[in-house]
């Protein structure tokens, strides 16, 4: 089964998001399982993860996310970071960080764990704390980076932009690197889960745009890797801003920026639920297949979902997404075009930019 633009059973997908539970100690207000501090029904048990790993393992190698709610909660967790690493997979790790000591990071490492990630949504523990809904949380958060620090394991930081604080952006970088982090990642909110309620402090279009202006200006002087995520239209912007200054895009001048498409969800990536629901990405809560249901055999969904389908297919982008000349590099967020208007091919909700064929034909 193939679709026009993408051959997907050729290039699979790079990473691959796995909640491999949904229970967490922190109560988010952005999070999109809206997890709660309990044991949830019904996940995959270690069999059904080596069964799945094999099948992915049998045809690709991507970076698996192992993540959640908080993936340290999982008792399993050792032997199914040991079956990814034996596979030929790359596995990571998403914490809360709350949870990390000293000896456990020496001992996520030793299993291999090539990096950790951990979010920091405010500068300091009033703000961080009431985002992530728990008094203590910054403070633990930051013992657990000097825990992963003195293991010499790596850690990228991730922050969810919202309005509430998308005037820390520069502040958080600075934090991120001075806290010694090899990468950093602001998300662009998706109102999903229990970040519905946080709807109105999404950026709307042109509050996003300005957003992703300033991202580029200081991922332009960044001394660490800075990389916007769920936040496609930015690969547009870099490039419009790369071509004012004379400057064209490039794998040797912009490395993986030059070769990333905005939107990667069922065309380079993947999620799976915690009960094994296939998913194109964690925001967009519409099953692309059922690993059960398929055996376990995730290359069969990966390549004859509809839904992935859908995706790869430009013809099915509806309004300005489906005639962007920024269609290739960017794509919209499906998640936030199913979020807003309950169709995952609808027009990106957030964008401010009008393609030049709209422009042509207005103008004729």
């Known amino acids: 089964m193939t679709h026009p633009g993408h051959s997907q059973a050729d290039s699979g997908p790079r990473l691959i998001a796995w909640e491999i539970t949904r229970r967490c100690t922190l109560s988010c207000q952005h999070c999109r399982a ?9 996940e995959l048990t270690l069999d059904e993860v080596r069964k799945t790993l094999a099948s992915i393992a049998a045809r690709f190698k991507p970076i698996i996310i192992l993540t959640g709610g908080e993936p340290l909660l999982r008792p399993d967790l050792d032997a199914i970071i040991t079956e990814t690493a034996a596979l030929g ?4 790790l998403a914490t809360c960080g709350v949870m990390l000591t000293e000896e456990r990071a020496r001992e996520l490492k030793a299993l291999g764990i090539e990096r950790i990630s951990v979010s920091i949504d405010g500068q300091d523990a009033q703000r961080h704390d009431a985002f992530r809904g728990v008094p203590g949380a910054f403070e633990a958060t930051l013992k657990g980076i000097e825990a992963a620090k003195r293991a010499d394991l790596p850690f990228q930081t991730n922050t969810t932009i919202t309005r509430k604080n998308a005037d820390e952006i520069e502040a958080l970088h600075s934090l991120t690197i001075e806290l010694g982090a090899v990468a950093f990642h602001p998300f662009l909110l998706v ?4 970040g519905t309620a946080l709807r109105d402090e999404s950026l709307d279009a042109a509050e996003y745009e300005r957003m992703l202006h300033r991202i580029y200006e200081l ?7 800075f990389k916007p995520t ?5 690969y547009r912007i870099l490039r419009q801003r790369e071509a004012k200054a004379g400057r064209t895009v490039t794998p040797q001048t912009h490395g993986l920026d030059a070769m990333s498409k905005g939107c990667m969800g069922g065309i380079r990536f993947a999620f799976i639920s915690h009960v094994g629901s296939v998913q194109i990405c964690g925001f967009l ?5 059922d690993l059960r249901e398929s055996s376990y055999d995730f290359g069969t969904i990966w390549d004859e979902s509809p839904l992935f389908g859908e995706v790869r297919d430009r013809t099915l982008y509806q309004g300005d997404c489906g005639i962007c000349e920024y269609w290739n590099w960017c794509g919209g ?3 936030r075009a199913h979020a807003v208007t ?11 930019y009008t393609p030049e064929a709209t422009r042509t034909e207005s103008a004729s």
Not at 34 to 42: F, I, L, R, W
Not at 230 to 234: E, G, R, S
């Open 89 to 92: 997979l790359k596995p990571v």
């Open 219 to 225: 991922s332009r002087a960044s001394a660490i890797p």
């Open 230 to 234: 769920c936040a496609p239209h930015y």
């Open 333 to 335: 967020c499906r998640a």
């Open 342 to 352: 309950g169709d995952p091919m609808a027009p990106e909700p957030y964008c401010a």
């Open 34 to 42: 809206a997890a709660h501090d309990q044991s949830y029904e019904n």
């Open 191 to 194: 109102p999903t889960g229990r």
């Open 285 to 289: 809560d519409k099953e692309a297949g």
